[in-house]
């Protein structure tokens, strides 16, 4: 059982590795024995968010109907022979992951199926909530398990939200233009993608950087384990941030705005060595 459990969780880290460079660069400034869990909530994730955003020639409906079943299955039985959902199911059990915030999740998943505007502003923050603020808040289970309480959770939960607000929003403006060619979505309420203004750009930027004022005072209280990898996470999409605020809104709709590698190597290089002198 060992070992098939270790081989569950290095098929989850290979997906993390294969699918975010990004992300496996900050998983790697956590402490040893955060990341096999951390892989394994993102690999859940991104299965799931695999199934709404590429299998266009399947049955997503049916796909994500019959992975929301396989998922609390393994969570209730303990094991899966699906190796991501066995390694996720290990971390839901052993951290004591609300299934409430699962739940959440693959609802956000299923509107993905069934929306592509959103007009309305409190089905945009349901959206934003489950495809991304409860994710903050599984890993903000694993960060706390040997270092928090239950109040220490609910301290930090607030901040949790916010960075995963923030980073979602940034992901919706860096990919404006593929999720609208490629899926026919517009997540921000009341933007027309063809008439994308500056001012459409401005309000969206002006909350988001909001989202990240307040979630950087949570990040300094995380604990030494977690701390670093969560920071670096948080300067690698602030530069992609600023660097989105610093170009026309035309360009936005246009291409997708990327970090080079050579400026994650940096932010990564400086963020350790903040975090080791103690200058966050």
Request: glycine share 4%; hydrophobic share 40%; net charge neutral.
């Amino acid at each position: 059982m060992d070992l098939f459990s270790q081989v569950s969780f290095e098929c989850s880290k290979l997906i993390t590795k294969r699918y975010s460079t990004s992300f496996s660069l900050g998983i790697r400034m956590f402490s040893k024995e955060l990341r096999q869990p951390i892989y394994a909530i993102y690999g859940f994730v991104r299965f799931a968010d695999e199934i709404v955003d590429t299998f266009h020639d399947k049955d997503k409906a049916d796909l994500l109907s019959e992975f929301r079943k396989e998922t609390f299955k393994a969570i209730n039985n303990q094991i899966s022979l699906n190796p991501v959902l066995h390694s996720f199911q290990q971390v839901v059990n052993a951290y004591s992951i609300d299934q409430e915030l699962i739940h959440a999740f693959l609802d956000s998943m299923q509107m993905d199926l069934d929306k592509t505007i959103y007009f309305d502003e409190s089905e945009y923050k349901k959206y934003i909530f489950g495809s991304a603020e409860v994710v903050g808040l599984m890993c903000l289970r694993v960060f706390l398990r040997d270092n928090g309480t239950s109040e220490e959770y609910e301290k930090l939960k607030p901040f949790a939200c916010a960075l995963g607000s923030a980073f979602q929003k940034i992901n919706f403006l860096r990919d404006m233009k593929s999720d609208y060619e490629e899926r026919g979505r517009v997540y921000f309420p009341g933007i027309n993608f063809k008439h994308f203004t500056e001012n459409d750009k401005k309000a969206i930027e002006d909350d988001i950087q909001k989202e990240f004022s307040e979630s950087f005072y949570g990040i300094k209280q995380l604990p030494n384990s977690s701390r670093l990898g969560v920071y670096c996470a948080y300067k690698y999409y602030i530069n992609l941030f600023y660097k989105i605020k610093g170009l026309p809104a035309a360009i936005i709709t246009e291409r997708r705005i990327r970090v080079s590698d050579k400026r994650k190597l940096y932010l990564l290089t400086t963020s350790a060595f903040q975090n080791h002198f103690g200058l966050l």
